[in-house]
Antibody, heavy 121, light 110 residues
Framework: QVQLVQSGVEVKKPGASVKVSCKAS????????LSWVRQAPGQGLEWMGW????????MYPQKFQGRVTMTTHTSTSTAYLEVRSLTSDDTAVYYC??????????????WGQGTMLTVSS | QSVLTQPPSVSAAPGQKVTISCSGS????????VSWFQQLPRTAPKLLMY???KRPSGIPGRFSGSKSGTSATLSITGLQTGDEADYYC???????????FGGGTKVTVL
């Protein structure tokens, strides 16, 4: 069955970087895209960007441009999210979500279990 | 402040019906498909509805979606205690070139 399994809990200090992984299984990785979505404690969902599983092409909203990098490793069907210059505002659960198609605008049909990131001095 | 507007909460007794509204603009809901996601307590979101009114495999017919102009609606009939969750609408915003979500609606079964 389709599964997205994410890496474990992270605790970082302000100013540090974090890299979260999302390993896909049960489908052809290069036939779909992936988005990353985060959720701060008690808050709603926030889209952080999109990456094509086929080409590695990325798209980031303005808020995260320059501070976030999404990559893929097709041989292991794994996607990565790197966030730099962390602040306490980055404390959140980070989810990877499979795109319904190869396009960024077609929504998400499967979500990873989430990775909790705490940023604290 | 979310781009899409949802009521913070709705409630009803078991067996009753609830509707959740999602209001946007021409750059998002007005010209793109809407999805709905269900987030049970302490779990990841799950796709509940896509392309405005299509249910993924395994989602019961008690859940239905609709869209009119720049607003969308999720309806849940025959409400069950297991439906207690947060529900989010989402869609592509063509002006922002980004996915946007509503602030979420908490459904409580009385």
């Amino acid at each position: 069955q389709v599964q997205l399994v994410q890496s474990g809990v992270e605790v970082k200090k302000p100013g540090a970087s974090v890299k979260v992984s999302c390993k896909a299984s049960g489908y052809t990785f290069t036939s779909y895209s992936l988005s990353w979505v985060r959720q701060a404690p008690g808050q709603g969902l926030e889209w952080m960007g999109w990456i094509s599983g086929y080409s590695g092409h990325t798209m980031y909203p303005q808020k995260f441009q320059g501070r976030v990098t999404m990559t893929t490793h097709t041989s292991t069907s794994t996607a990565y999210l790197e966030v730099r210059s962390l602040t306490s505002d980055d404390t959140a659960v980070y989810y990877c979500a499979r795109g319904q198609t190869v396009n960024p605008y077609d929504g998400f049909d499967m979500w990873g279990q989430g990775t909790m990131l705490t940023v604290s001095s | 402040q979310s781009v899409l507007t949802q009521p913070p909460s709705v409630s009803a007794a078991p067996g009753q019906k609830v509707t959740i509204s999602c209001s946007g603009s021409s750059s998002n809901i007005g010209n793109n498909y809407v999805s709905w996601f269900q987030q049970l307590p302490r779990t990841a979101p799950k796709l509940l509805m896509y392309d405005n009114n299509k249910r993924p495999s395994g989602i019961p017919g008690r859940f239905s979606g609709s869209k009119s102009g720049t607003s969308a609606t999720l309806s849940i009939t025959g409400l069950q205690t297991g439906d207690e969750a947060d529900y989010y609408c989402g869609t592509w915003d063509s002006s922002l070139s980004a996915w946007v979500f509503g602030g979420g609606t908490k459904v409580t079964v009385l």
